[in-house]
């Protein structure tokens, strides 16, 4: 903190690729998320993501938060 305080603090890089896994909670999710180019299913709940750097990485985080609002929105529809 003293460092960040002092202004003499620098970002976090981090070089080359980094690997996503993200656990959904539910397997619809997985479903979904598995049509994404790149998206790899590894079980029921689970999908990786080899991102080239951390800035793609955030992105697809975002994307599949935005994947995950979408099955919601439609089980909704459906429940009537």
Do not use: F, H, W
């Amino acid at each position: 903190m003293k460092k960040l305080k002092e202004g003499s603090a620098k970002p976090l890089k981090i070089k080359g690729t980094v690997t996503i896994e993200v656990v959904m909670r539910q397997t619809e999710y997985a479903d979904a998320a598995e049509v994404v180019p790149g998206i790899e299913r590894i079980d029921a709940y689970i999908v990786r993501y080899p991102a080239r750097d951390t800035i793609e990485a955030y992105k697809v985080i975002e994307a599949l938060a935005y994947v995950v609002l979408g099955v919601e929105n439609i089980k909704a529809r459906l429940s009537g």
